[in-house]
């Protein structure tokens, strides 16, 4: 693919683009775990509607992995004309560790370059032996608990995120307590797989758990693709809004010759149509006309931001995340 | 004059049996095999460690020596030596009656001991997973008895033998098989006991075939990561120093993963150095 990429970039350097590749275009897009099925449907839609504006075939290539590792491909040189992924986070190191686009990334594209939210969500085995409500039911003794880990999944930082949150409003910010309920949550998880998809499959296909904690997204997909007689989605209260952002990286884009269709191709998630495919997937649409069509897929429940609980992600990383974080922090104590 | 010169190389090659050059072109294949090792193997070892070089070594020593790094060598380092222990009594016990016995279904099972060198590490580690998980065919029986064999340290050193396997008894195999089973006539025909015949005639003639292979497959179950990732569960008291190297990358902390894979490629480097002298010390009991 980056190879064809390179010699497609070539024969546009020369102007034969026509003669090289047919008026073909490709087109990179590095994305996160679950959202395979969400872009190979915008995929289609745009290289159709890129096909009737200016007569050009478009192809998207698309990747999907774990958001950090997804990102320190980019930067080693997987040379992407878009990155779509969990976190604003990995978004910001193509900037930090490759200069592959300017710090200020996120203030292009509108509602902070996230063209669709989602957030955190359970799910639970339909034989109702294990009733879950709300976060603190997750700590009870003898429950068993599937999410990824922290360290390598950015779906498993808002949920370890959303869980901490959660504790903190429940405490009135006593952080000390916060702390006690998530070493108490991961006391309750036996495994934790690299990324969602794989605690997905923990959970379903080896029936390890009582409850997966989960992208909204990809519960619903478990609910559609395994079975709805198998497993309930249990909305808790309250959860956090995660914000997966999308971006051009220019470097690779201005390489290619692809500015201008990347563009176009992250605008029309924004649109009525991309909006729509977005909430078929069960991304929550950013447009309010979509939204609110909708409204009946996403039941309603507080979301706090990260900005309103953590401040940044900087900050989130440096606490909680990096090496001797909170997170290492409890996982010490179980050793 | 020249032509003498001839005879004599000759008459001194047919004397020795062994000329100092039997080969022509010495100074092509040693030219070539330098520049091959320069590419693929010292290439890549001077990279790591030019880039260690340009670190910090305050930082480096820090990162390298850290209480979550040195919990990753201790289980990297006794899981592999277990596994390797294993697989250097298992692997003997399977190569000699591989050797030595005749049944059928043998060249089956002969053919079976390559199986981890072919199968995908991911794939060993997923079906390991699976098998000694509480649902799994093996799981359901052992985690009533309190053996847990996937998301614990025990599973590391699991699939870590799986691994390792094919290098204890693929090593002994070929030591066995030329060992002249007069030798045991003989010593019998003397009088010696069989334990006798085993400690003084048969185990030290293997003992450096079998140490290789202890060596190797230890060595192998260093640098595993694959199979580790899914039967480990990702979890802090199961993190091998691979993982943490991966772990480290995903928070763009390139100097502590770097640190780490420093020390892990000491660690194999002193492995290997560690070996080449135990074989040289076992050679000397071979020697009539």
Redesign the interface.
């Known amino acids: 693919m980056t190879r064809f990429c390179r010699i497609l970039s070539v024969c546009l350097a020369l102007g034969a683009a026509a003669h090289c590749a047919g008026g073909t275009i490709s087109l990179l897009n590095v994305s996160y775990d679950p959202t395979r099925e969400f872009y190979s449907e915008v995929n289609a839609a745009f290289s159709k509607e890129w096909k009737a504006r200016t007569g050009d075939d478009l192809k998207i290539g698309i990747s999907n992995g774990g958001s950090a590792k997804q990102a320190r491909d980019v930067i080693a040189g997987s040379e992407a004309d878009v990155v779509t992924l969990a976190l604003a986070w990995d978004i910001d190191a193509l900037h930090e560790h490759g200069q592959l686009l300017p710090a200020d990334w996120q203030q292009r594209l509108p509602n902070n370059s996230c063209p669709y939210t989602s957030t955190i969500v359970f799910l639970t085995r339909h034989d109702g032996k294990i009733k879950v409500k709300d976060w603190e039911d997750l700590i009870r003794p003898g429950i068993s608990v599937v999410a990824p880990n922290p360290k390598t999944s950015g779906g498993a930082r808002w949920i370890y995120l959303a869980a901490y949150g959660d504790a903190l409003k429940k405490n009135h910010g006593d952080a000390a307590a916060a702390r006690r309920f998530v070493e108490q949550l991961y006391h309750n998880i036996p495994v934790m797989d690299e990324g969602a998809r794989g605690s997905v499959t923990t959970f379903t296909q080896r029936e390890i758990g009582d409850v997966l904690i989960s992208w909204e997204n990809e519960a619903w997909l478990v609910m559609e693709k395994i079975g709805r007689g198998r497993f309930d989605i249990i909305y808790p209260p309250r959860s956090i809004l995660a914000e997966p952002p999308v971006a051009v990286v220019d470097k690779y884009a201005k390489a290619h010759g692809t500015e201008a269709v990347a563009e176009a191709y992250l605008r029309f998630l924004y649109t009525p149509a991309g909006q729509e495919l977005a909430a078929k997937h069960h991304f929550r649409p950013e447009l309010d006309a979509v939204a609110r069509q909708h409204a009946a897929d996403f039941p309603p429940m507080e979301l706090f931001t990260l900005r309103e609980v953590f401040g940044s992600w900087k900050e989130a990383q440096k606490i909680h995340f990096d090496e001797g974080g909170i997170f290492d922090q409890i996982s010490r104590s179980r050793r | 004059m020249r032509e003498a010169s001839l005879t004599r190389s000759r008459a001194a090659g047919v004397e020795s049996a062994a000329p100092s050059n039997p080969l022509p072109g010495f100074r092509l294949t040693l030219g070539f095999t330098i520049f091959y090792l320069t590419i693929v193997v010292l290439a890549p070892i001077a990279a790591l460690a030019l880039k260690a070089l340009r670190l910090p070594w305050s930082q480096l020593w820090e990162l390298a020596t850290?209480?979550?790094a040195l919990?990753a060598y201790a289980l990297s380092l006794g899981a592999s030596l277990a596994a390797a222990l294993v697989n250097a009594l298992f692997g003997s016990l399977l190569a000699w009656v591989l050797v030595r016995y005749r049944f059928p279904g043998r060249r089956l099972l002969d053919g079976l001991i390559d199986f981890p060198f072919a199968l995908p590490t991911a794939v060993a580690g997923l079906t390991l997973?699976?098998l000694f998980?509480?649902?799994?065919w093996l799981g359901q029986f052992l985690t009533p008895l309190g053996i847990k064999g996937?998301?614990t340290r025990l599973g590391v050193v699991i699939a870590l033998t799986f691994v390792g396997l094919p290098f204890s008894v693929r090593t002994l195999q070929p030591v066995l098989e030329s060992l002249d089973t007069g030798v045991e006539e003989a010593a019998a025909c003397l009088g010696a006991s069989r334990f006798r015949t085993f400690a003084s005639v048969i185990a030290p003639t293997l003992l450096p075939a079998i140490l290789t292979g202890f060596g190797l497959s230890f060595a192998r179950a260093l640098g595993e990561y694959g199979s580790i990732?899914f039967i480990s569960?990702?979890?802090?008291?199961t993190e091998i120093a691979p993982t943490l190297i991966?772990?480290?990358?995903?928070?763009?902390?390139y100097t502590?993963a770097i640190a780490v894979a420093l020390v892990l490629m000491i660690f194999s480097f002193g492995l290997l150095l560690t070996l080449n002298m135990l074989q040289g010390w076992a050679a000397k009991f071979q020697e009539p």
């Open positions: 850290n209480q979550r919990a997973a699976d998980s509480s649902h799994g996937a998301y990732v569960g990702n979890l802090p008291k991966v772990m480290r990358l995903d928070q763009y902390d502590g």
